[in-house]
């Protein structure tokens, strides 16, 4: 099981933190990209494709995220450029899906669209999010057919 969660934390910083069963990462978001809306327009467009990777532009440094998916699963990687920490983890699409959703949500509930646009400098990417949940959907319904 992947955990995810995504936290604004000043001013056109966040910290997003991605937990496997073996280790644990936490990944700053600069202002330099909307981080946010690239990591769920990557995920949510696993329901269609094989794999996508977003980029996390950083105060020096890249965050490179890779989603390849495999049948059911997801298998997430996230890796700094340069020598450093690295995360591989394995989920269920759907449990990671949801819970990527529910992350966006109580984002929307603590700050609201205009709150989250003055901390983070870019709109909350509700696109992404409709994307997101349109695959949730459609997964869940191409499972029960099964």
């Known amino acids: 099981m992947i955990h995810f969660t995504y936290q604004l934390r000043s001013y056109g ?14 990944v700053p978001a600069s202002y330099l990209c909307d981080a946010l809306g ?53 989920d269920d699409l759907l449990l990671f899906s949801e819970q990527v959703n529910r992350e966006l949500d109580g984002l929307l509930a603590a700050w609201g669209e205009d709150g989250y646009l003055k901390k983070w400098n870019y709109p909350f990417p509700n696109e992404a999010q409709a994307k997101l949940r349109q695959g949730i959907q459609r997964e869940k319904e191409r499972r029960s057919k099964k």
Not at 53 to 74: A, K
């Open 13 to 26: 910083w966040a910290l997003a933190t991605i937990a496997s069963e073996r280790t644990e990462m936490k």
């Open 38 to 90: 690239d990591f769920v327009n990557a995920v949510q467009s696993v329901f269609v494709t094989d794999s996508a990777q977003c980029l996390w532009e950083q105060e020096p440094g890249l965050v490179t995220w890779e989603f390849r998916r495999d049948g059911p699963n997801i298998t997430v990687k996230a890796y700094w450029d340069y020598e450093g920490e690295s995360l591989v983890g394995t």
